[in-house]
């Protein structure tokens, strides 16, 4: 789906068009140091504290964009590439990849450092993330068009759109098995 299908204009719809907003205008990091508290049984940071982390700063993103509260909807690709540990300062980056309607893709990358050495950060996670807008009553409502300002946005722009198909493809095809299978009388 293009960005012009996903956006009506205002003739065909009534309502307003948006304007849109570049990917650098709700661009967040958030940076943590990792304690004790944040360790599983096997003294590395646990990857629900890294989720919730992931969570925070796509959430920031998604409400800075949208101009109002988001709430997740789906997460993606939640991928741990090394593990993080004790004492490591972690940075979640997270910006806006693509828009639809009411819903946008927030791409996180997590990076983590000793926080006393001055070494590189060393990419340790990704994620996909997709957040709905809501109104006061919790509803959807309409987000800004994203606007891809460099090429690697326009790249995160273009997957984020083949993503979006694969997910509602995949939600379709569950949903028919579902459909069959209960017309068949095999309840789950």
């Known amino acids: 789906m293009t960005d012009q299908a996903d956006h009506?204009?205002?003739?065909?719809?009534?309502?307003?068009?948006?304007?849109?907003?570049?990917?650098?205008?709700?661009?967040?990091?958030?940076s943590h140091i990792m304690t004790h508290n944040d360790t599983n049984?096997?003294?590395?940071?646990?990857g629900g504290v890294i989720?919730?982390?992931?969570?925070?700063?796509?959430?920031?993103?998604?409400?800075?964009?949208?101009?109002?509260?988001?709430?997740?909807?789906s997460m993606d690709e939640m991928a741990f590439l090394e593990p993080v540990r004790v004492g490591d300062l972690v940075h979640v980056k997270a910006q806006v990849n693509w828009t639809g309607r009411t819903s946008m893709?927030?791409?996180?990358r997590v990076l983590a450092e000793r926080w006393n050495e001055s070494?590189?950060?060393t990419q340790v996670g990704s994620a996909y993330l997709v957040f709905a807008a809501v109104d006061a009553d919790g509803k959807p409502r309409r987000v800004p068009p994203v606007i891809p300002e460099t090429e690697q946005d326009k790249r995160?722009?273009?997957e984020a759109q083949i993503r979006r198909t694969h997910r509602l493809a995949r939600r379709r095809a569950i949903m028919e098995l579902r459909e069959?299978?209960?017309a068949e009388g095999l309840e789950d």
């Open 180 to 182: 069959k299978r209960a």
């Open 105 to 108: 893709e927030v791409g996180v």
């Open 51 to 73: 989720m919730k982390l992931v969570d925070d700063a796509a959430g920031a993103v998604a409400g800075r964009h949208s101009g109002g509260p988001a709430v997740t909807a």
């Open 119 to 121: 070494a590189p950060p």
């Open 156 to 158: 995160r722009y273009q």
């Open 8 to 30: 009506a204009s205002t003739a065909e719809t009534g309502t307003p068009e948006i304007p849109g907003k570049p990917v650098s205008a709700s661009r967040t990091t958030l």
């Open 41 to 46: 049984l096997l003294g590395t940071v646990h």
